[in-house]
Antibody, heavy 116, light 110 residues
Framework: QVQLVQSEAEVKNPGASVKVSCKSS????????ITWVRQAPGQGLEWMGR????????EYAQKVQGRVTMSTDTSTSTVYMELRSLRSDDAAVYFC?????????WGQGTVVTVSS | QSVLTQPPSASGTPGQRVTISCSGS????????VFWYHQVPGTAPKLLIH???QRPLGVPDRFSGSKSGTSASLAISGLRSEDEADYYC???????????FGGGTKLTVL
């Protein structure tokens, strides 16, 4: 069965970087893009960007452009999302999801806390 | 502020039919498919409706979606206690070249 398994929760200081992983299984990894969506406490869903594991092509939301990098490791079917220069408003649950427009499978979420 | 507009809350009693609206613009709902996700707090969202009105395998036919112009709606009939969750609409936005979401509607089953 399709599964997306994310890395554990992270606590970071303002200004630091965080790298969250999303390991896929149960399907052909290179056949679907992986999208990252975040959810601040008590808030809605916000698209951060996506990566094609097939080509490595990325698209980032304007709000995080310049601070985010998404990458893939096809040998382990894992996608990474690194966010730099963390601010307090980056504190959120970060989800990976399969697909570019239809998000049919989601990871369990990774809590990122930004606190000094 | 979310690009798509949803009412913050909705409610109904068991067995009732409730609808949740989602309003957008010509660059998103008006020219692209609408999706609906539901999320039990503390868990990941789950796909409920795709391509405006299609249910993925396993989603009961109590859930239905529709779209007209720049608006969409989700209808839940035969409301059940386990339907209590947050519901989000989404659509691709041609101006942003990415998906946009509604702010979410918290459904309470009284």
């Amino acid at each position: 069965q399709v599964q997306l398994v994310q890395s554990e929760a992270e606590v970071k200081n303002p200004g630091a970087s965080v790298k969250v992983s999303c390991k896929s299984s149960g399907y052909t990894f290179t056949s679907y893009s992986i999208t990252w969506v975040r959810q601040a406490p008590g808030q809605g869903l916000e698209w951060m960007g996506r990566i094609s594991p097939y080509s490595g092509h990325t698209e980032y939301a304007q709000k995080v452009q310049g601070r985010v990098t998404m990458s893939t490791d096809t040998s382990t079917s894992t996608v990474y999302m690194e966010l730099r220069s963390l601010r307090s408003d980056d504190a959120a649950v970060y989800f990976c999801a399969r697909g570019e427009r239809t998000f049919d499978y989601w990871g369990q979420g990774t809590v990122v806390t930004v606190s000094s | 502020q979310s690009v798509l507009t949803q009412p913050p809350s909705a409610s109904g009693t068991p067995g009732q039919r409730v609808t949740i609206s989602c309003s957008g613009s010509t660059s998103n709902i008006g020219s692209n498919y609408v999706f609906w996700y539901h999320q039990v707090p503390g868990t990941a969202p789950k796909l409920l409706i795709h391509v405006n009105n299609q249910r993925p395998l396993g989603v009961p036919d109590r859930f239905s979606g529709s779209k007209s112009g720049t608006s969409a709606s989700l209808a839940i009939s035969g409301l059940r206690s386990e339907d209590e969750a947050d519901y989000y609409c989404a659509a691709w936005d041609d101006s942003l070249s990415g998906p946009v979401f509604g702010g979410g509607t918290k459904l309470t089953v009284l």
